[in-house]
């Protein structure tokens, strides 16, 4: 039971912090409207949630959105509590996630193998 209440809190988290970075409601300029949440990892107390997110771009460009998100954190914290029903929000600590890409080079050197 309890499994199945955080992945309803991962999934409820995501998909509000999607809905914001798209908005463009987090008023800073280096955050990319097309910043996109892979996944959210909340730990079992749900004290804390790991927000990994993907964009592309060079490596500055990660690393400034990542941090502009974390910088904001308290602010999506707030706006999380009064869009959702939960007793507690949980710390927010955002991640760059990479998996696409790697799969994306995997892909191309498998093909290139094949070639």
Do not use: W
Not at 60 to 66: D, H, I, L, N, S
Not at 85 to 99: G, N
Request: charged share 30%; aromatic share 6%.
């Amino acid at each position: 039971m309890a499994e199945k209440r955080l992945r309803r809190v991962e999934s409820l988290l995501q998909e509000e912090i999607s809905l914001m970075i798209s908005r463009q409601e987090i008023k800073d300029p280096r955050i990319d409207p097309l910043t996109a949440v892979s996944h959210i990892k909340v730990s079992r107390d749900l004290g804390y949630a790991k927000v990994y997110v993907s964009l592309f771009g060079d490596d500055v460009v990660r690393e400034k959105t990542v941090n502009a998100l974390n910088h904001a954190a308290g602010f999506i914290q707030k706006r999380l509590g009064k869009s959702l029903r939960l007793r507690s929000i949980p710390r927010l600590s955002f991640i760059m996630d990479t998996s696409i890409e790697q799969g994306f080079r995997m892909t191309q050197k498998i093909k290139d193998l094949l070639d």
